[in-house]
RNA sequence: GCGCCUGUAGCUCAGUGGAUAGAGCGUCUGCCUCCGGAGCAGAAGGUCGGGGGUUCGAAUCCCUUCAGGCGCACCA
C-alpha cells in the first residue's frame, strides 16, 4: 500500500462519515487528498495523519472523537493492520507487512522509473543558470549553480516537467570590449585598460591568440582589440564548455546576448513594451516603468547616447523566451543579483505576463571551500577546474547540492575529500557498492530473485522502516521539484543509505544470502528483492543529482 | 536610509503549523569465525539570537528588536 492508496482510503472515509450523518462537514472542507506522513517515533506506526485535529473544529467535534470514528472505519481497509488513536488526536496506522512488502517488488520492476512521476507534467520551463561571462574562467559561485542547476534540471524532469537548461552568454557590451584590450595588452605588452582583466590566464589566452593570428601587434589599434576580443572570446567560451562538459552539467541551448543586438530582437522588445504602455522617453533616454510593477525605480532601456542598456537586452531575452514557448521561466541567479529580481519580474509584468506565474527568480547564496588553493591564474578564486581536479566531480557535486541554495555554505576541502562518514557523498555511495556485493554474492550462491518472493516475511522492525523509507522516495522527488529544491533528494539518499546500513547491520540472521553450510530459502530471496529496491533507488537518487553510483569503491 | 538572505548542539548543517527539535563530525561506551567494520548500536550535548502576538498546537506564520552577509547605476 502506498502512501496515496492510503490517502485514497483516508478520503473515502470522510466521504463515507459525511454521507451517513456521522460527520457534518460543506463538502468544500473535505481535503481531495489527506496529507498522511511518517511518524518519527517508529511506536506512532508506520503512517500519520492529523487530519482529525484539522477538521474537528470545522465539524463541531472533537479531535479524538473524529479520530476514534475514521479509526474504526479505516480499520476495515485491506493493507491496514491497525490503526490507533493518540495523543490529542492523531491516527496511527500501521500496514500488513505483505502489503509493506509488495513494495520492494514493485521497485525493482520500475526500475529507474521508479520515483519518476508526472506531477510537473505539461509544464514546459526554460531554467538559466550560471550564464557567467565569457571573459574568464568558472569559480566557486558558478559551481554551485552547476551543481544545482544541472540536479534542477533532472528533478524536475523526473517530476515530469519539459525541461530546457539554458546559459545566457554576456558576450556584448564595453566589458568584451575591455577582455579584448586585456588580451591584446598581454600579447602586445601594452597597457591593461582600465576596468581590464589582470589574470595569468589573460596572458594564457594572448599566447593562443598570437598563435592564430600572428599579425595581431601591426593591425590598428580598434581592429586589433576586435580581433583580441573574439578570438579570445572563442577559446574562453569552448573552456567554460569543456569545463561543463567535464563536470557533467549540459545545457541544451547557449543564448548570446550579442545575437539579440544583431538580429534588432533588442529594438523590437522596446517597440513591444512601448506598445504595452510601459515606455516612455525622458531625458534623451528611454524608460520601462517597472514600478507600474514591483520595482522600486523605473530603468533605462535606451541611454541618452543611443546605446540600448544590459537591461534592454534582458528584456529582449525574457520575450526571447516567452515567444519561444516557455511559460514558465526559472532564473538561478548568485546573491549579488538580488536586487535584479524586482526589475525582473517588472519586465515580465510589463510584458503582459504574470510575474507570479511565469517567472521565478532563485537567489543562491554564496560558498567558500575552506582550505582551497586560489587560483593564481584567474586571480585568486577558487576555479571549478581547480576544485574538480582535487575534490573530485562526484564529491563537488553531492557537496554542493545537499544545502539549500539560500544557505550561505562555508565547506572544508579535506571534509570533501575523507571516505568516512564525515563525507555524506562517500556514505551513500558506499552503500550502494554495498548493495552490489551483495548482489555479486548471491550470484554466486545460486540466489534468484524470480525464485521466490514472499512478502510477508519482510516482518523485521528494520526491514519495515527500510520499506517505509523507500515508499517516500517518489514523493521526495516531487517535492523537491515542486520547491525547486534539490537538496532534499540527497537528504534522502543520506537517510536511505542509513537505514540500508541498519538493516544489514541489524542481526546477522537478516541476510539475503545463506551462509556457506546453508541452503537458500526464500527468506534469503526475499530480502534480495529489498536489497535490490535499495540499490534501484539509490542510483536513482544519486542519478538525479548528476553523481556516480559505483558497484565497487 | 531602503530592500533581500541568514541566525537551530562545541563545529558544519537538516527540519515548507504537529507528538520527546534531528544528522554527521568531535567526546565517551559497546558490536567483526561467514553478504564490504569506508559500517552499526548506545550515551552525553539545545532558553531553535531576544521579546511580543496568531492557535488546540510555532524552529516554522505575523510584528518588533539584536547580530552577520549581500544589494540599492544612462556598469556588465
Known amino acids: 500500500m502506498t502512501p496515496t492508496e492510503l490517502s485514497g482510503a483516508l478520503s473515502a472515509a470522510l466521504a463515507a462519515a459525511v454521507a451517513d450523518g456521522t460527520l457534518q462537514l460543506p463538502a468544500d472542507a473535505i481535503p481531495a487528498s489527506v496529507h498522511v506522513e511518517r511518524p518519527r517515533q517508529r511506536e506512532h506506526g508506520d503512517w500519520a495523519t492529523n487530519v482529525a485535529l484539522q477538521l474537528a473544529k470545522k465539524?463541531?467535534?472533537?479531535?479524538?472523537?473524529?479520530?476514534?470514528?475514521?479509526?474504526a472505519r479505516?480499520?476495515?481497509?485491506?493493507?491496514?493492520?491497525?490503526?490507533?488513536?493518540?495523543g490529542p488526536g492523531f491516527l496511527n496506522i500501521t500496514l500488513d507487512a505483505g502489503a509493506a512488502g509488495e513494495l520492494a517488488r514493485t521497485i525493482v520492476e520500475a526500475g529507474s522509473e521508479y520515483g519518476r512521476t508526472g506531477t510537473l507534467a505539461g509544464q514546459v520551463i526554460d531554467l538559466e543558470y550560471i550564464s557567467a561571462n565569457p571573459t574568464g574562467p568558472l569559480h566557486i559561485g558558478h559551481t554551485r549553480w552547476a551543481a544545482l542547476g544541472d540536479a534542477m534540471a533532472r528533478i524536475l524532469r523526473a517530476a515530469g516537467a519539459d525541461v530546457t537548461a539554458e546559459y545566457y552568454i554576456n558576450d556584448a557590451g564595453a566589458q568584451m570590449d575591455r577582455f579584448g584590450g586585456s588580451i591584446l595588452a598581454r600579447a602586445t605588452g601594452g597597457e591593461i585598460p582600465e576596468g581590464g582583466y589582470h589574470g595569468e590566464y589573460v596572458k594564457e589566452l594572448?599566447?593562443?591568440?598570437?598563435?592564430?593570428?600572428?599579425?595581431?601587434p601591426e593591425l590598428p589599434q580598434d581592429e586589433a582589440i576586435a580581433v583580441a576580443r573574439e578570438e579570445g572570446y572563442q577559446l574562453q567560451l569552448a573552456e567554460i564548455r569543456e569545463v561543463l562538459e567535464g563536470f557533467g552539467v549540459h545545457f541544451d541551448v547557449w543564448f548570446s546576448e550579442r545575437s539579440l543586438h544583431e538580429s534588432g530582437a533588442v529594438e523590437q522588445a522596446v517597440d513591444r513594451l512601448r506598445e504595452q504602455g510601459h515606455v516612455f522617453d525622458s531625458d534623451g533616454a528611454v524608460w520601462l516603468r517597472t514600478t507600474d510593477f514591483t520595482d522600486d525605480k523605473d530603468r533605462v532601456l535606451i541611454r541618452a547616447n543611443g546605446e540600448p542598456t544590459y537591461f534592454a537586452a534582458d528584456a529582449a531575452y525574457y520575450l526571447s523566451k516567452k515567444d519561444r514557448g516557455f511559460p514558465g521561466k526559472i532564473y538561478l541567479l548568485g546573491a549579488d543579483h538580488h536586487g535584479y529580481i524586482n526589475r525582473l519580474k517588472a519586465i515580465a509584468a510589463c510584458a503582459g505576463d504574470d510575474p507570479q506565474q511565469n517567472i521565478e527568480v532563485l537567489i543562491g547564496q554564496l560558498v567558500n571551500v575552506g582550505g582551497a588553493k586560489l587560483s593564481k591564474r584567474a586571480g585568486n578564486i577558487i576555479e571549478l577546474r581547480d576544485l574538480v581536479e582535487w575534490i573530485g566531480r562526484d564529491a563537488?557535486?553531492?557537496?554542493?547540492?545537499?544545502?539549500?541554495?539560500?544557505?550561505?555554505?562555508?565547506?572544508?576541502?579535506?571534509?570533501?575529500?575523507?571516505?568516512?562518514?564525515?563525507?555524506?557523498?562517500?556514505?551513500?555511495?558506499y552503500a550502494h557498492s554495498r548493495t552490489c556485493a551483495v548482489d555479486r554474492n548471491a550470484a554466486e550462491r545460486g540466489v534468484r530473485l524470480e525464485d521466490a518472493f514472499d512478502p510477508s516475511l519482510l516482518n523485521h522492525e528494520s526491514e519495515s522502516a527500510l520499506l517505509g523509507r523507500l515508499t517516500e522516495y517518489p514523493r521526495i522527488v516531487a517535492q523537491a521539484a515542486e520547491l525547486r529544491e534539490p537538496h532534499r533528494v540527497a537528504r534522502y539518499l543520506e537517510a536511505l543509505a542509513g537505514d540500508y546500513h541498519s538493516w544489514y547491520n541489524d542481526d546477522a540472521k537478516l541476510r539475503a544470502n545463506p551462509y556457506p553450510d546453508e541452503d537458500v530459502t526464500d527468506a534469503h530471496r526475499t530480502r534480495l528483492w529489498l536489497n535490490d529496491a535499495v540499490r534501484t533507488v539509490l542510483a536513482n537518487g544519486l542519478d538525479l543529482l548528476g553523481v556516480s553510483a559505483p558497484e565497487r569503491m
Open 59 to 71: 465539524a463541531g467535534t472533537t479531535p479524538r472523537t473524529l479520530a476514534e470514528d475514521l479509526a
Open 396 to 429: 563537488v557535486r553531492y557537496s554542493l547540492s545537499r544545502y539549500p541554495a539560500d544557505t550561505p555554505l562555508e565547506l572544508q576541502g579535506e571534509d570533501m575529500l575523507k571516505q568516512t562518514n564525515d563525507n555524506p557523498v562517500f556514505y551513500v555511495q
Open 206 to 216: 594572448a599566447v593562443k591568440v598570437l598563435e592564430r593570428r600572428p599579425d595581431l
Open 74 to 86: 479505516l480499520g476495515e481497509t485491506r493493507g491496514i493492520k491497525s490503526v490507533d488513536v493518540a
